[in-house]
């Protein structure tokens, strides 16, 4: 596989930073079409750049509208990489199947986007259930679809409860066993994981994987 070109580099990190999505997605393509390794691309450029635009919205620093501009470009880059990897054959052999989502209440799409894109690319069959997602919603999805994982992501604050919720479900409904479900997001640290009875905590994408292959023994 090529090396990244530094400009293009530059580029897409602009433009991700930005919002800007026709042109993020222009400057992935340029980067791919050069033979560059679609992981490189979400590592590389993805990860750093969007967790930078959520520590800065967390910070105060940008606002509501900036962030869901910057998860908008990521998303349109998300798909570039995911069809080129598809395109690639990797990770033909499923390793299992998670299902994402961010819990009731909660709105924001860039981590989980990147976890999904991740988990994908490492071999994962990922159903995400995408925003504002309700206990049953996680519950029902994860019966149908014999899932592996749950992952409960949950920005901001107030949606934490959420993710007791959820858990809270799986037990009452006699399921919890069933299912390794892990959380994550700007408001989640280990300490709230494992008060509500989280299988585990993912800091970040990257570590998320690797959580999530542990769990199930790759």
């Known amino acids: 596989m090529a090396e990244m070109p530094e400009a293009l580099r530059t580029k897409l990190t602009a433009a991700l930073r ?7 997605e222009a400057f992935a393509r340029q980067i791919l079409d050069a033979g560059v390794d679609p992981l490189d691309v979400v590592q590389e450029v993805l990860v750093p ?15 509501l509208p900036e962030l869901m501009m910057a998860g908008n470009a990521g998303q349109r880059v998300t798909a570039l990489v ?19 989502g961010q819990v009731k209440g909660d709105i924001h799409d860039i981590g989980r986007n990147i976890v999904r894109t991740l988990l994908s690319a490492h ?14 919603a996680f519950l029902e999805v994860a019966q149908k679809e014999k899932a592996d994982i749950v ?10 409860p959420a993710q007791r919720r959820t858990i809270s ?20 640290n280990q300490e709230w994981a494992d008060e509500i009875g989280a299988d585990g905590y993912a800091p970040d994408a990257a570590s998320a994987v690797e959580l999530c292959k542990g769990l199930i023994g790759v």
């Not at 995911?82 to 199947?97: C, V």
């Open 18 to 24: 930005q919002g800007l999505a026709g042109e993020a």
């Open 49 to 63: 750049t969007l967790t930078k635009v959520g520590e800065r919205f967390q910070h105060f620093e940008i606002y």
């Open 82 to 100: 995911e069809e080129a990897t598809l395109a690639a054959g990797k990770a033909s052999t499923s390793l299992g199947t998670a299902v994402l």
């Open 123 to 136: 071999g994962f069959e990922v159903v995400d259930l995408g925003r504002d997602v309700a206990a049953s």
């Open 151 to 160: 992952g409960l992501s949950a920005l901001m604050t107030t949606a934490l």
């Open 169 to 188: 479900l799986f037990n009452e409904v006699g399921r919890r066993a069933d299912y390794k479900i892990i959380v994550g997001g700007g408001a989640v």
